[in-house]
C-alpha cells in the first residue's frame, strides 16, 4: 500500500543504485522455501480465521450486507491462499525476528495494538507492505533492501498498523457492498434509456473509480497519522517517521543508471557466438506522435495514494515536532545483515515471480556493478533459459515487454530491443553458455 505494484516494471533498476557491494567468500545460496509444515499450519489457521470473520460479518450485518461481506471475506481469503500455497512468502526466514521484535517494540506503550498478528514476508522486490482483516501483515522484501534502518521498517508497520486499528479494510468493502447496489439501479435505469448508453455506463464505472481513489488518499492520511502516534509513543526516533516517507519517494523519482553498450558486449560475445552489433539495433518511435492519444481516465484522479510531500506537510502540520529534519539513522548490524540478503534474494525474487526478462536487466545491472560475479552470472543463465522456452512456445509476451517509449527509460527500452532482436537459436546459445558455466 506505499507503492503501487504496477511502478515494480519501470523502477526495479532503482533498487541497484544505492546499496552497497555484497563480498563473500562463497556463493550466495538462496533461502530455502521448503516449509511445507509452516505453510500447512498457518493455511489451517488463516482459514479458521476467514471462516471466523464470515460468521461475525453476517452477525454484525444482518440481511444481504452481512452475506455479501461475508463472501467476500471468503473470495479474498481463498486467492491469498493460493498465494501462499504457490510460496509467494518464506516462512521462519531471518526477516522474520526482526520484524517481530519492532512490533513488540512498538506495543510496549501502544495497547490498542492486536495481540494476534501474524507475520509473512512476500519474495516481493517492491517497498511495499499490507496486512489483512485477521492481522496477518505482509511485509515485502524489497522494504529491507530499499529502506536504511529498523527505525525506517517500523514507520512502515505504523502505517499498516494506522489501517489495522482504523479497520479500513472493513469499511472498504461496506462501502463496495453499498455502491454495487446504488449501481445496480443506475445501469437499471440507462438499459430503461435509449441514447447513450455506453457512455452513461462508462460515466458510472469511471465516477466509482474516481470515488475509490479519493477515498483511498484519505485513508493513507489518516493511516499516516495514526501510525505516527504509535511510533511516537515507542522509543523510535520520532524523524525517522519522515525520513522513511521521504526514502519511499526516491523510489518512485530517481532515475536508474543506464546499462552501458561495453556490458551488453562482454556478456553477449560468447566463445561460439560473437556479439552482433544489429542486436543493439533500436525500432525507430519517431513518427509516433502520442499526442493525438487522449486519456480516457485522469490519471490524478486513478490515484490511491497522495504525493508524498503533501503527507509529509499534512504530519508536520499535525505534529510540529516533525518540522524539525534529521539526518537518517545509522543502520544497526542486524539490519544491515538483511538489507544484504534482501539484496541477494532479487534475483530468486523475479525467477520466482516469473520476471524473467527484468531478472535478466537486473541480473546485467548487477554484473556492470561488479557484484558477485558468479551468483549472477548464474541467474543469467537461468532467465535465459525460461526466456528460450518462452519464445519456442510462442508465448514470450508473458515474460518480455514490449518497448513503451512512453513509459520506460532510454536504458530499459534498449534492453528490450536487445532481446527482442536475438534469434531463438541466440538465444538457446547464451542460456546454454551461462547453463553450462554456473555448473
Same mark, same amino acid.
Given at each position: 500500500m506505499i507503492?503501487?505494484?504496477?511502478?515494480m516494471k519501470?523502477?526495479?533498476?532503482?533498487?541497484?543504485?544505492?546499496?552497497?557491494?555484497? *563480498?563473500s567468500?562463497q556463493?550466495?545460496?538462496?533461502?530455502?522455501?521448503?516449509?511445507?509444515a509452516q505453510?500447512?499450519a498457518?493455511? @489451517?489457521g488463516f482459514?479458521?480465521?476467514? /471462516?471466523?470473520i464470515?460468521?461475525?460479518?453476517?452477525?454484525?450485518?444482518?440481511?444481504?450486507k452481512g452475506?455479501e461481506?461475508?463472501?467476500i471475506?471468503?473470495?479474498?481469503?481463498?486467492?491469498?491462499?493460493?498465494k501462499?500455497k504457490e510460496?509467494?512468502f518464506?516462512?521462519?526466514?531471518v526477516?522474520d525476528a526482526k520484524?517481530?521484535?519492532?512490533?513488540e517494540?512498538?506495543?510496549k506503550n501502544?495497547?490498542?495494538?492486536?495481540?494476534q498478528?501474524?507475520?509473512?514476508?512476500?519474495?516481493?522486490n517492491t517497498?511495499n507492505?499490507y496486512?489483512f482483516?485477521?492481522?496477518t501483515?505482509?511485509?515485502n522484501m524489497g522494504?529491507?533492501?530499499?529502506? %536504511?534502518?529498523d527505525d525506517?521498517?517500523?514507520?512502515?508497520?505504523s502505517?499498516?498498523?494506522?489501517?489495522?486499528?482504523s479497520?479500513?479494510?472493513l469499511?472498504d468493502f461496506l462501502?463496495?457492498?453499498?455502491?454495487?447496489?446504488m449501481?445496480?439501479?443506475?445501469?437499471q435505469?440507462?438499459?430503461?434509456?435509449?441514447?447513450?448508453?455506453n457512455q452513461?455506463a462508462?460515466?458510472?464505472?469511471?465516477?466509482?473509480?474516481?470515488?475509490k481513489?479519493a477515498?483511498?488518499?484519505k485513508?493513507?492520511?489518516q493511516?499516516?497519522?495514526?501510525?505516527?502516534? *504509535?511510533?511516537r509513543n515507542?522509543?523510535f526516533k520520532?524523524?525517522?517517521?519522515?525520513?522513511t516517507?521521504?526514502?519511499?519517494?526516491?523510489?518512485?523519482?530517481i532515475?536508474?543508471?543506464?546499462?552501458?553498450?561495453?556490458t551488453?558486449?562482454?556478456?553477449?560475445?560468447?566463445? %561460439?557466438?560473437e556479439?552482433?552489433?544489429?542486436w543493439l539495433?533500436?525500432e525507430?518511435f519517431s513518427l509516433?506522435?502520442y499526442?493525438h492519444? =487522449?486519456?480516457?481516465?485522469?490519471?490524478?484522479?486513478?490515484?490511491?495514494h497522495? /504525493?508524498i510531500?503533501l503527507?509529509?506537510n499534512q504530519?508536520?502540520?499535525l505534529f510540529?515536532?516533525?518540522?524539525?529534519e534529521?539526518?537518517? /539513522?545509522?543502520p544497526?548490524e542486524s539490519?544491515t545483515l538483511?538489507?544484504k540478503? @534482501?539484496r541477494?534474494e532479487?534475483?530468486?525474487n523475479?525467477?520466482h515471480?516469473?520476471?524473467?526478462? *527484468?531478472g535478466?536487466?537486473?541480473?546485467?545491472?548487477?554484473?556492470?556493478?561488479g557484484?558477485?560475479?558468479?551468483y549472477?552470472k548464474?541467474w543469467l543463465?537461468?532467465?535465459?533459459?525460461?526466456?528460450?522456452?518462452?519464445r =519456442?512456445?510462442y508465448?514470450l509476451n508473458?515474460?518480455?515487454?514490449?518497448?513503451?517509449? =512512453?513509459?520506460?527509460s532510454?536504458?530499459?527500452?534498449q534492453?528490450?530491443?536487445?532481446?527482442w532482436?536475438?534469434s531463438?537459436?541466440?538465444i538457446?546459445n547464451?542460456?546454454d553458455?551461462y547453463r553450462?558455466?554456473e555448473?
Open positions: 507503492i503501487d505494484l504496477k511502478t519501470k523502477l526495479i533498476a532503482m533498487l541497484l543504485l544505492y546499496c552497497c557491494s555484497i *563480498v567468500g556463493v550466495y545460496k538462496p533461502i530455502d522455501t521448503a516449509d511445507d505453510r500447512k498457518f493455511l @489451517a482459514s479458521q480465521n476467514t /471462516e471466523n464470515g460468521k461475525k460479518s453476517r452477525s454484525d450485518y444482518p440481511g444481504n452475506s461481506l461475508s463472501k471475506y471468503k473470495e479474498f481469503g481463498k486467492e491469498f491462499e493460493k501462499v510460496k509467494d518464506v516462512f521462519n526466514s526477516f520484524v517481530k521484535s519492532l512490533i517494540r512498538l506495543r501502544n495497547p490498542q495494538i492486536p495481540q498478528l501474524k507475520i509473512l514476508i512476500a519474495k516481493d517497498p507492505a496486512c482483516a485477521d492481522g501483515f505482509v511485509i522494504l529491507f533492501n530499499w529502506l %536504511n534502518n525506517q521498517l517500523a514507520a512502515v508497520i502505517h499498516e498498523l494506522g489501517h489495522k486499528i479497520e479500513h479494510t469499511k462501502k463496495m457492498i453499498d455502491q454495487d447496489q449501481d445496480r439501479l443506475v445501469i435505469n440507462i438499459k430503461s434509456t435509449k441514447e447513450n448508453r452513461k462508462f460515466d458510472v464505472l469511471k465516477n466509482r473509480i474516481y470515488r481513489g477515498e483511498n488518499r485513508q493513507e492520511m493511516a499516516d497519522s495514526l501510525g505516527y502516534v *504509535v511510533f515507542s522509543d520520532k524523524t525517522e517517521f519522515i525520513n516517507l521521504k526514502r519511499l519517494e526516491d523510489f518512485d523519482t532515475s536508474p543508471r543506464a546499462l552501458k553498450v561495453e551488453y558486449k562482454k556478456y553477449f560475445n560468447l566463445p %561460439n557466438q556479439f552482433k552489433d544489429k539495433k533500436k525507430d509516433y506522435n499526442s492519444f =487522449k486519456e480516457k481516465l485522469n490519471k490524478d484522479s486513478l490515484k490511491s497522495p /504525493e510531500t503527507r509529509i504530519l508536520k502540520k510540529p515536532e516533525l518540522k524539525t534529521t539526518a537518517d /539513522e545509522k544497526s539490519y538483511l538489507e540478503t @534482501a541477494m532479487t534475483l530468486p523475479f525467477y515471480s516469473e520476471d524473467y526478462g *527484468v535478466v536487466y537486473a541480473s546485467l545491472q548487477f554484473l556492470q556493478d557484484e558477485e560475479e558468479k549472477y548464474s543463465g537461468k532467465c535465459f533459459a525460461k526466456i528460450y522456452e518462452a =519456442k512456445n508465448n508473458r515474460y518480455l515487454d514490449r518497448v513503451d517509449p =512512453k513509459n520506460q532510454e536504458s530499459y527500452q534492453f528490450l530491443n536487445f532481446m532482436n536475438l531463438l537459436d541466440e538457446k547464451i542460456a553458455y553450462k558455466t555448473s
